[in-house]
């Protein structure tokens, strides 16, 4: 059985950083990109960040500067450095892998989501 499990997150003053985590397991995903996604209360779930097998990396815009993504594939593990955190960051955030596109959220694995929440 395929899970992701994130780990991380918390509560934050603006300007603080977070660094999520999200481990897989029951498959290797060296393979795939990974990535993040985050949905805000009477939000629809955005992308956030995603890493490709290779190592490149693609942001979205309101993020860009300030989060990070990396990956160990040896550890089956993608990351997600937050800095410079601001109220707007609060949200759910979820991993997901093997997606046919980022875009529309058709991922076919996705993590039960850790909670973000960053104070003025």
């Known amino acids: 059985q395929v899970q992701l499990v994130e780990s991380g997150g918390g509560l934050v003053q603006a300007g603080g950083s977070l660094r999520l985590s999200c481990a897989a397991s029951?498959?290797?995903?060296?393979?795939?990109?990974m990535g993040w996604f985050r949905q805000a209360p009477g939000k629809e779930r955005e992308f956030v960040a995603r890493?490709?097998?290779?190592?490149?990396?693609y942001y979205t815009d309101s993020v860009k500067g300030r989060f990070s993504i990396s990956r160990d594939n040896a550890k089956n593990t993608v990351y997600l450095q937050m800095n410079s955190l601001e109220p707007e960051d609060t949200a759910v955030y979820y991993c997901?892998?093997?997606?046919?596109?980022?875009?529309?959220?058709?991922?076919?694995?996705w993590g039960q989501g850790t909670q973000v929440t960053v104070s003025s």
């Open positions: 997901a892998a093997d997606c046919r596109s980022w875009g529309t959220l058709a991922c076919n694995y």
């Open positions: 029951g498959r290797t995903f060296s393979f795939s990109a």
């Open positions: 890493i490709t097998a290779g190592g490149s990396k």
